[in-house]
């Protein structure tokens, strides 16, 4: 990483490890020590806010230019040169987080308690941004989370089924964004790099439903483009047959305030009413909702909602 671009991503908060990796501070971390206030995650599936890194191994490495995306475009493209050890990026990564949360010691809002249990993070949001199976050696990462027992939530846009396909250590929770019902929307909206993104996609959502792990699809829901074709949507999710499917609203923040208006937002209103439609296909249950996330979450079996960290 050329040094201009990595001045930038540090005065935007990004922690940068080695090479294509980043850590930075999750709002709901700092929501956690201060107020006692959980993200969405805790509230739908137990893990404990502050104890969670919010990471990526492709900190600059996408397959989509997705409108919606809270980050600046162009990507440096869709094959990282130079990988860094899985190990490297592992205890860079815990480092990080460590170096991010030195400065809540001395702050008087800050639960003491969960500050010091936040220094031995027991979970790992793989998502902060860029395309994380883009890094050839995520298996790798994800064992080196399963030997120090963090777990793991991989958050994939679904165009590389393949290394997908190789991956031999499972994340904790899976998720594949759906962001699109249709190849039209999804080529407006998402700007996919491969030319047959759309048929990649919907290998991925076939090939999840065989995998020995919790599956979740996100729908990110943009109004004026992707809200509503709830059939359509339901045909995409029955392929993947997901444990879970969390409808969340986009956020008017970042680099989409370029692209997108704040008329494109929809009311945590509009997102429930769109879930009890997608629902009269599906018939899971209820599964939660965070009005201040702006989620609404479906599930197959609402008492698996917890995960059993003891056997991560």
Not at 117 to 138: D, F, Q, W
């Amino acid at each position: 990483m050329d040094e201009i671009k990595r001045k930038t991503l540090e005065k935007q908060g990004y922690k940068i490890v080695g090479n294509h990796s980043a850590v930075k501070l999750c709002h709901w971390v700092k929501q956690s020590l201060y107020y006692n206030r959980p993200c969405y995650k805790q509230t739908f599936y137990g893990i404990e806010s502050h104890r969670c890194i919010q990471m990526t191994p492709a900190v600059d490495w996408c397959s989509e230019n997705c409108s919606f995306c809270w980050r600046a475009q162009g990507w440096e493209g869709v094959k990282i040169p130079e990988e860094d050890d899985a190990e490297f990026i592992m205890e860079g990564s815990i480092e990080a987080q460590r170096k991010l949360l030195t400065g809540f010691k001395g702050e008087p809002r800050t639960d003491m308690k969960k500050w010091i249990e936040a220094n031995e993070p027991r979970h790992m949001a793989i998502s902060l941004t860029g395309e994380p199976t883009l890094y050839s050696k995520l298996n790798d990462l994800l064992y080196e989370a399963k030997k120090r027992k963090i777990s793991t939530f991989v958050v994939s846009n679904g165009t590389n089924p393949d290394a997908i396909r190789k991956l031999e250590v499972m994340p904790t929770q899976l998720y594949i964004t759906v962001a699109a019902p249709n190849e039209r929307i999804f080529k407006e909206l998402l700007n996919p790099v491969y030319h047959d993104a759309w048929e990649r996609l919907n290998e991925t959502l076939e090939l999840v439903s065989t995998l020995d792990t919790r599956i979740v699809i996100r729908h990110t829901l943009v109004k004026g483009f992707n809200l509503g074709y709830e059939e359509e949507y339901y045909k995409l999710d029955k392929k993947a047959d997901p444990d879970f499917i969390e409808n969340k609203g986009y956020v008017h923040v970042g680099g989409s305030r370029g692209r997108l208006s704040i008329s494109n937002m929809p009311t945590h209103e509009e997102i429930r009413q769109f879930s009890f439609r997608l629902n009269g296909y599906l018939n899971y249950e209820f599964g939660g909702e965070r009005e201040d996330s702006r989620i609404v979450l479906l599930s197959k079996d609402r008492s698996k909602n917890l995960i059993d960290f003891n056997n991560v």
